[in-house]
């Protein structure tokens, strides 16, 4: 292709300013790969981290202490599953370390149907023993059949929960699970903390929402209801604008690049005027001259679109080792594809940057361009 | 056999401060095998006579046949076609692409056309105008004007066309380069090759077989030298 060649020699002909071409490109194409898989990554350990289900509608007390016996009752009538929960913060002996952590007190037929185990076993009715969350078995490393002490109480640890990462109801991970029994023998409290409501069709969970509020907050607003589902929407759409915002800071400076190359390439065309006037004269068409121009945008877009995105890469390493301290997310496919979106808006912003010029070097007219000096 | 033919060709420039006619009612054929010169002042039209028969620029009015093809009213791309398979240019300036050697300048035309064997014809269109083949690796700013001539001419041979067209090819040469180049030139086209001459020096003009004098966009006179 001798067209692809000139554009090559004439690219090396001003080696200065085509590097500096490409630097634009390089930096443009690094800014996009490396905050789109910066944004990914933070979305990916978000999800992670987010215990998500949508079929939750948790229920909080408002302005009173907790949700009371009666407003309870009233809860497990519209819900098909409905589990109430006490919590309480307090010291705990671990392993002869003290600690404060989250204690919290469930039915213990209700648990198995919000936590999982890791080891061991779930509590028996009544039973006077407790769990533990799997952070703190890791970080006290607890092992089933070892007793844990709160205030004068010494319950055996008979099960180690699985990991369940930040959630909107609880939080177990660093928290000791102990029956409702165990609970009242260590507190006095009435009425609930909380309420975790399970709906069975994730389509019915706006109508149940809706639904308590009306039947418990007839008179007076006693309880916030909040939907798990529209949580985890806001924060999918928060990672998602995130995202956006980091690949438009990405952008400008892409943009910043396509000018660098449109004020390359027409000076190009301007200095080889009478070059182009020669090459039409001997028998090249505007098509050919345009085909030319073009080329060498591409070829600065393609080297600068590369290199930019291995950079990118480098730096999205960097950035998930040393903030996320987690280096899977980077080859995750969807990180992996800015890669190539960072490669393919390089390519293009050259290309485009490239057109009007090369249009303006095929329409220059032969004899004036000949005349030209 | 006529290879250009033209009939009353008047070129008006207009311009702001009113029009200037630079061929003024031209009529003239040229036959296959000619060795032609246009002479006359500065500004009288041969540049302007020469880019219409070169398919360069078109006349305000009046025909201009080129090998048998009549040019008026063609597109960009048949004229460019033209010019690259019919007409062979020798610039004053020598005009040779700076990114190429010698060789692919030679090269370059048949390159367009789509030719098979650019290569060998190359070099042996270097050797036929008395360049050594290892010039052919030289980019133009590494020989000299009289050697970017020569290569200038074997480019305008490359595709074999009808008509090669110089304007002032011996402007920017000295005395004994210039007849080099002539030398060539007539050489050439004692081979079959219409030739079309512009110049100021009667030396130049006088390896021609016929004279056009242009006075103030009109043929003055046509002289014959033979
Ligand atoms: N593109 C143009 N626009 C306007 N006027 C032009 C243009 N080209 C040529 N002219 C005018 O047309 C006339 C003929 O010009 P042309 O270049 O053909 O002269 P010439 O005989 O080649 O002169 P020289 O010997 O100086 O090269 C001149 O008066 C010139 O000013
Ligand atoms: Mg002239």
């Given amino acids: ?373 | 056999m006529k290879v250009v033919e033209l009939v009353e060709v008047t070129k008006v420039y207009e311009l702001p401060r009113g029009s200037i006619k630079a061929l003024d009612n031209v009529s003239a054929s040229i036959e296959v095998g000619e060795f032609i010169s246009v002479m006359g002042p500065s500004g009288s039209g041969k540049t302007t006579l020469l880019n219409i028969i070169g398919c360069l620029d078109m006349p305000t009015s009046g025909r201009v046949v080129i090998g048998g093809e009549n040019i008026n009213g063609l597109g960009d791309d048949q004229l460019t076609k033209i010019r690259r398979d019919k007409i062979g240019f020798v610039f004053q300036q020598f005009n040779l692409i700076p990114t190429l050697t010698a060789l692919e300048n030679i090269e370059y035309p048949m390159i367009l056309k789509g030719l098979n064997g650019h290569e060998e014809r190359g070099k042996e269109l270097l050797r036929s105008v008395g360049l050594d083949e290892q010039l052919g690796e030289n980019k133009p700013n590494e020989l000299s004007g009289g050697e970017q001539q020569r290569v200038a001419v074997a480019r305008a041979l490359a595709n074999d066309p009808d008509i090669i067209l110089a304007d002032e090819p011996t402007g920017n040469l000295d005395t004994k380069t210039s007849k080099d180049i002539m030398g060539l030139l007539k050489a050439t086209n004692e081979r079959g090759k219409t030739i079309i001459v512009v110049t100021h020096d009667p030396l130049v003009a006088s390896y021609t077989k016929r004279t056009f004098k242009l006075v103030d966009g009109r043929v003055d006179r046509v002289g014959v030298f033979a």
């Avoid at chain 1, 407003?71 to 929960?85: G, H, Q, R, S």
């Avoid at chain 1, 009715?125 to 007793?147: F, I, P, Q, T």
């Avoid at chain 1, 190539?340 to 004036?368: M, N, Q």
């Fill in chain 1, 1 to 373: 292709m001798i067209f692809f060649e000139f554009a090559k020699r004439n690219l090396t002909r001003h080696k200065f300013r085509s590097v500096l071409a490409i630097i634009g490109i390089v930096i443009g194409v690094m800014a996009i790969t490396a905050l789109g898989i910066l944004g990914n990554s933070v979305r990916l350990a978000a999800s992670e981290q987010l215990y998500m289900i949508g079929n939750e509608v948790v229920v909080f007390p408002y302005g009173e202490e907790a949700v009371s016996e009666d407003n309870f009752k009233l809860i497990e009538k519209t819900a098909d599953v409905a589990i109430p929960i006490n919590s309480m913060t307090d010291k705990a002996v671990l392993n002869g370390e003290s600690e404060l952590v989250m204690i919290y007190g469930m039915r213990s037929e209700d648990i198995p149907k919000l936590l999982e185990k890791e080891d061991g076993q779930f509590l028996k009715h009544g039973s006077l023993n407790c769990l533990v969350g799997s952070r703190l078995a890791d970080n006290y490393e607890l092992r089933v059949g070892e007793r844990a002490t709160i205030k004068s109480q010494k319950p055996r640890i008979v099960g180690i929960l699985k990991e369940r990462g930040i959630g909107f109801d609880i939080n177990p991970d660093n928290a000791i699970i102990v029956s409702d029994k165990m609970f009242s023998s260590l507190y006095n409290s009435s009425g609930y903390n909380l309420v975790v409501v399970k709906v069975d069709k994730i389509e019915d969970v706006e109508e149940v929402r809706k639904e308590i509020e009306d039947r418990l907050n007839k008179k007076e607003k006693v309880v916030l209801v909040m939907e798990m589902k529209m949580i985890v929407e806001g924060i999918k759409e928060f990672f998602n604008i995130l995202s956006m915002f980091l690949i438009g800071i990405g952008s400008i400076s892409l943009v910043v690049a396509g000018v660098s190359i449109l004020n390359v390439m027409m000076m190009s065309t301007v200095e080889r005027t009478k070059e182009i006037g020669v090459m039409r004269a001997i028998g090249t068409s505007k098509r050919e001259i345009l085909r030319m121009f073009l080329f060498e945008s591409l070829i600065l877009g393609a080297i600068g679109g590369v290199i930019g995105a291995i950079f990118g890469f480098g730096v999205g390493f960097l950035v998930d080792v040393l903030i996320l301290k987690e280096a899977s997310y980077l080859f995750a496919p969807s990180s992996i594809l800015y890669v190539f979106v960072g490669t393919a808006f390089g390519i293009g912003t050259s290309v485009i940057s490239g057109l009007y010029p090369a249009w303006k070097a095929s329409r220059l007219k032969p004899i004036e361009a000949l005349r030209y000096e």
